[in-house]
């Protein structure tokens, strides 16, 4: 139970139930549109749009150049955009280089490429810990980097919107685009994981 | 809800690499409106971000309750909404709290076989 709750307030559910109806009246929207544009982004956005950039990248040297010289304008040449689809930079992971991504003051994420961002990148810990610790928080979400590895945390604002370019991985060099999309994560396109060879 | 959600299989909620997007029906909602608002031309993105923001970093200052990211983002909005008129302020407080009083069952108009 929340403060608010507990205060005798009404609960964050009949608050929204009372906006929507409120928003409605008004004619400003449609419940229809909010029906059609929530199960958009819960079954149609998901990380699958930035898993093909990330492999076009891999597999296109020219696209790669161009997606870290305006990470904005390359996603959406492959028609990605929308809301907190703008200002996007792509930062490149390698075998010395690694940057993970968070978003210290709003938990702004790059919907159009990932989808909705996971609890865990909203979570006060997260986003406190990561900056301050990177290599111990990586290391509890499972990725182990060697000390030698220069980890760069990126602070996403309304600025920047940071994607990262996950490092491809040794023995896939025979597989196609659309092989190397299936093995392109939502994680290691944040930077918490890296991408695993089939 | 108190039932258990499947995991699996057409009754299962939609997930992102295995997590639920929304912890609650409330929290999809708020979601959607302020999208919807955001593309009818109702605010600028960045004006929702900024109030956003400002929530966050208030329960950040002093970390008084659990932590909801959506319970956040309902403030925002309602904050963005009061600033721009569209909404005045209180309203959907006075609205929530009539809609609080409804007799239980109020959205079963017809008795259960």
């Given at each position: 139970m929340?403060?608010?709750?507990?205060?005798g307030?009404?609960?964050?559910?009949?608050r929204?139930?009372?906006?929507?109806?409120?928003?409605?009246?008004?004619?400003?929207?449609?419940?229809?549109?909010?029906?059609?544009?929530?199960?958009?982004?819960?079954?149609n956005i998901?990380?699958?749009?930035?898993a093909?950039?990330?492999a076009?990248?891999?597999t296109?040297?020219?696209?790669?150049?161009?997606?870290?010289?305006?990470?904005?304008?390359?996603?959406k040449?492959?028609?990605?955009?929308?809301?907190?689809?703008?200002h996007?930079?792509?930062?490149?992971?390698?075998a010395?280089?690694?940057?993970?991504?968070?978003?210290?003051?709003?938990?702004?994420?790059?919907?159009?490429?990932l989808?909705?961002?996971?609890?865990?990148?909203?979570?006060?810990?997260?986003?406190?810990?990561?900056?301050?610790?990177?290599?111990?928080v990586l290391?509890?979400?499972?990725?182990?980097?060697?000390?030698?590895?220069?980890?760069?945390v990126?602070?996403s604002?309304s600025e920047?919107?940071?994607?990262?370019?996950p490092?491809r991985p040794?023995g896939?060099e025979?597989l196609?685009?659309d092989?190397?999309?299936?093995?392109?994560?939502?994680?290691?396109?944040?930077?918490?994981?890296?991408v695993?060879?089939? | 809800?108190?039932?258990?959600?499947?995991?699996?299989g057409?009754?299962?909620?939609?997930?992102?690499?295995?997590?639920?997007?929304f912890?609650?029906?409330?929290?999809?909602r708020?979601?959607?409106?302020?999208?919807?608002?955001?593309?009818?031309g109702?605010?600028?993105?960045?004006?929702?971000?900024?109030?956003?923001?400002?929530?966050i970093?208030?329960?950040?200052?002093?970390r008084?309750?659990?932590?909801?990211?959506?319970?956040?983002?309902?403030?925002?909005?309602?904050?963005?909404?009061?600033?721009?008129?569209?909404?005045?302020?209180g309203?959907v407080a006075?609205?929530?709290?009539a809609?609080?009083?409804?007799?239980?069952?109020?959205?079963?108009?017809?008795p259960?076989?």
């Amino acid at each position: 139970m929340t403060a608010e709750e507990t205060a005798g307030r009404p609960s964050a559910a009949l608050r929204t139930e009372a906006l929507e109806q409120l928003l409605v009246e008004r004619g400003l929207i449609d419940p229809a549109v909010v029906d059609r544009l929530i199960t958009t982004y819960e079954t149609n956005i998901g990380p699958l749009n930035g898993a093909k950039v990330v492999a076009k990248a891999w597999t296109d040297p020219a696209y790669r150049e161009r997606l870290l010289a305006d990470g904005t304008t390359a996603t959406k040449e492959l028609g990605f955009g929308g809301p907190q689809g703008e200002h996007i930079v792509v930062v490149e992971n390698s075998a010395k280089e690694h940057n993970v991504v968070v978003c210290t003051l709003c938990s702004c994420y790059p919907w159009p490429l990932l989808g909705l961002p996971p609890s865990w990148y909203k979570d006060p810990a997260y986003r406190a810990r990561v900056v301050r610790e990177p290599r111990t928080v990586l290391s509890e979400m499972g990725l182990d980097l060697d000390a030698d590895v220069r980890i760069t945390v990126r602070d996403s604002s309304s600025e920047v919107r940071w994607l990262v370019l996950p490092e491809r991985p040794a023995g896939t060099e025979s597989l196609s685009e659309d092989e190397l999309v299936e093995l392109v994560t939502r994680d290691a396109m944040v930077g918490v994981a890296k991408v695993a060879a089939p | 809800m108190s039932a258990p959600l499947s995991v699996d299989g057409i009754a299962a909620p939609p997930r992102a690499n295995g997590e639920l997007l929304f912890a609650a029906p409330w929290e999809s909602r708020a979601f959607g409106l302020a999208v919807s608002l955001y593309e009818a031309g109702a605010f600028d993105w960045p004006r929702f971000q900024a109030a956003l923001i400002a929530r966050i970093g208030a329960w950040d200052a002093d970390r008084v309750g659990d932590w909801s990211y959506y319970h956040h983002w309902l403030a925002a909005l309602e904050d963005v909404l009061v600033d721009t008129g569209a909404v005045p302020g209180g309203e959907v407080a006075s609205r929530a709290e009539a809609l609080a009083l409804r007799p239980a069952g109020h959205d079963h108009p017809h008795p259960h076989p």
